[in-house]
């Protein structure tokens, strides 16, 4: 047995499916991200994060409960980072974005349901996913109906705490949220024992703020065009972003900036002269899920940016770090997440205002609108963008997938036919 | 200069030669298990100066012969608007994909709608209950004209569908009667595809199931308008191919 089948089997992970989770993984990572040419160097350190995604992180979770801290799960980019790391704990954003067990699923959810949801008690009902054994706490919220009820029969499994998020953005509802966020902070403390500082908190803020402005570099670094990052190494990135350690990850996303940079300078692109640029909208594309970008970049085109929670809705805003006091701090926390343009929000005007700015900054050719099946939110919300995307005659193709690989064929002719209108050489 | 086009598709296997921009020549042979094979034999003897291949097999044709390759849709809408230079709306139904397409008055794709991944609507789904009626889809067509009247077929899924066919058989429902009405829920399902792009001016009704006259009337009573049909249907998507080499 390997030290990490020891770290495994004390989590209870079940160590036969687990490995062939894990076996899967290498080649799926091959054939959507090493396989891109002309990558920059500094993909390394993520390339070695994945290749690790089970052994070495979890590790360190593991030796951080050893040494009294916390690791607390999350499920959706409304839950507050800064609270949870000032608290003294580890926040990892747990992904399911890979279909696991989904018969064992269906035994407590109904079939249709979004692949998000299914996959994520998967993960749990197969026990093959050391994140979620490893957390002290799961952070839920009510974002749409079927999380909230899932996160029921999950709190069978495990402790689940949820968060109310409202559903418009009133003055009210904003009362509401600064309530959630310092409900939130009290049971955090329930659940060390300790009392977050106003310091404390300060420092919190600092360190998440400043990992969101490292990702934010890479975003402008992705206007350029010839685009120096590939959209599939950009959403590997965030998605890295949510469970990877936030100072560290913070230097190694600078460090890829740096070297995009000189990229940018020399003149130096990941290959062609021009390629379409797409935006890509929509659901998370939770680790692994590189389905879409993949069939659109091996299609001859870009994905530019990404209008997801793997993406811009992550990390777009800072929290004021010179907020005054206590209250005021909390304020601005919550007000900061009261920002991201969910699909959950009523009405949603700011968030096709804010596609619409995306696809000016970015010069995007056309959207590629993903859905998962199932996801009432992200698809109705669909046709209201393509409503507003088409006075800008900015072409718009909606696709409706799951995690399953059957479909690749039809979804690879639709996206090669929306580069093709948008001009270019079919290169796939 | 000749200039291939092959168009493989999930039932039918074109190709077809172009010259100084006319159609040559064309043949359409089955796809069957091995599409590889079928492609190289009806490739034997031929030489081009350059082989676009489109449709489902168009990777594996890459791979192996073809220099190219380009979309279904844009080989139909190539190929329509060469056919019929005012076309403006195109239908086709093939094997697995029912696909409506909208053209701008230069012939650019402007929008363009396909089905998910299941069958509903396609020429597998008649394929299908055809065969649950023991007949062969152009008899299943010609019956379906002897009558006006058809029971109502609620499922659009290939498989529910098939068991309500077999119902409709057992409980003594006429076949004229079932075969109108499963041409009567493709006839909707096209239809439905075919407003989300909007229909123009000219229509164009092309692929495989374009032979089908029972759904050509259905479809014209339907849209209020004639619809165009290509000579040699299943022929336009090869033709697109080839002519996309010319641009
Ligand atoms: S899409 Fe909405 S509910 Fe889902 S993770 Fe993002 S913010 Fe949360
Ligand atoms: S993808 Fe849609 S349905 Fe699924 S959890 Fe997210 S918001 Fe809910």
Redesign the interface.
Known sequence: MSEYDVMWEGLGIDLEAHAGLLEVLPPMYQENILSQENRPRGMEYFDFVFSEVHGLRVKELVEHREGGGVVVGTFCTYVSEELIVAAGGICVGLCAGAQVAPEEAEKHLPRNICALIKSSLGFKLAKVCPYIESCDLLVGETTCDGKKKYFEVLGELQPVYVMEVPQMKLEHDRDLWRLEVRRLLARLEELTGKKVGLEELRDAVRLINEKRRALLRLEELRKSDPPVISGRDALLVSQIAFYDDPARLTDKVNALCDELEERKARGESIGGAHRPRILLSGCPMALPNWKVATIIETSGAVVAMDEMCTGIRYFDNLVDEDAADMEALLDSIADRYLKIHCAIFTPNGERVEHIKELVRDYRIDAVVYYALQFCDPYTVEAFGVQRELEKLGI?FLYL?TDYSA??V??LS??V??LI??VGSE?K? | MAIGGLDIGSRTIALVEVEDGELRWGKVVATTFDPLEQCRQLLADRSFEVLVATG?GR?LAQANFAD???????AFALGCHRLFPECRTILDIGGQ?TKAISLAPDG?????Q?N??CAAGTGKFLEVMAAAMGLTIDEMGRIALETEAEVKISSMCTVFAESEVTGLIARGTPRPEIARGLHEAICDRAVSLLKRVGVEREVVFAGGVARNPCLRALLERRLKVPLLIPEDPQLVGAMGAALSALQ
């Open positions: 072409p409706e059957e479909d064929e039809q002719t639709r090669q036919a093709e209108m079919d796939a | 489902y990777h190219r390759t380009i979309t279904e849709i844009k994909d650019r794709v402007a929008d363009f396909m998910d991944r």
